[in-house]
């Protein structure tokens, strides 16, 4: 699986939009990038995944490069409850698919 | 999504002794696999639990160390044998059902050794 590179830490005004970005250059076409966070004394929660279109759901956007290689989670409203560690994943879709966490970017929402 | 239920959720356990954990799903899972988070650490993955079969391991995780079991598609136990106070972490299990899908996570179990 190929390896992803986020910044250790990143600050966001409550309210305002969150923009957590992913380096992973060397994605395969076969690779899909997944979001999860973990929030403190939880295991992690899915958020959104993605091949190569934009996605969105009810928790966020994921916005991926034409070239595939980054991405970045969009949270559009950050409240204190989004504080975590999130982690970007890219992951083969095909045979053992086991998920390989690197160290992630832990987000603080100030009020 | 399904849900994944954790037993203990924490526990204090002396040097030297073993500690199973179980870890029970609501639905039938195609892959079950179990992680360990040391204090400020990401997770890191120890085995995949393959029903019927032995786990299979990453590197630097063994079978006499952490024997694992899966007697069918929605439980596994992972026993963390001869505990060490460097054994102290939280363990997650984690499941999977088609390989285009997210895994998703257990709370958790965690462990302190003295």
């Known amino acids: 699986d190929a390896k992803t590179t986020q910044p250790p830490s990143m600050d966001c005004a409550e309210g305002r939009a969150a923009n957590l970005p992913c380096n992973h250059s060397?994605?395969?076409?076969?690779?899909?990038v997944y979001w999860y966070r973990q929030i403190h004394s939880q295991g992690p929660q899915y958020i959104i995944h993605?091949?190569?279109n934009n996605e969105t759901n009810e928790m966020a956007s994921l916005i991926i490069t034409e070239d595939r290689k980054s991405s970045t989670l969009i949270l559009p409203h950050a409240t204190l409850r989004d504080t975590a560690v999130y982690y970007c994943?890219?992951?083969?879709?095909?045979?053992?698919?086991?998920?390989?966490f690197g160290a992630g970017t832990r987000l603080f929402v100030k009020a | 999504s399904a849900v994944i239920s954790q037993k203990p959720s924490r526990d204090i356990c002396q040097r030297g002794t073993s500690l199973t954990i179980q870890c029970q799903v609501d639905?039938?899972?195609?892959?079950m696999f179990w992680y360990r988070q040391q204090p400020g650490q990401s997770l890191t993955l120890i085995a995949t639990?393959?029903?019927?079969?032995?786990?299979?391991?990453e590197s630097g995780f063994v079978i006499d160390k952490f024997p694992i079991s899966r007697p069918n598609l929605t439980f596994s136990t992972l026993t963390v044998s001869n505990m060490s106070p460097e054994d102290s972490s939280i363990y997650l299990c984690?499941?999977?059902?088609?390989?285009?899908?997210?895994?998703?996570f257990g709370d958790g179990t965690r462990l302190s050794i003295l």
């Open positions: 060397t994605i395969s076409g076969n690779e899909y």
């Open positions: 994943i890219v992951r083969v879709a095909s045979g053992g698919f086991k998920t390989i």
């Open positions: 639990a393959n029903q019927g079969s032995e786990a299979t391991y």
């Open positions: 984690s499941v999977g059902t088609v390989p285009n899908q997210p895994q998703h």
């Open positions: 639905s039938q899972v195609t892959m």
């Open positions: 993605g091949l190569k």
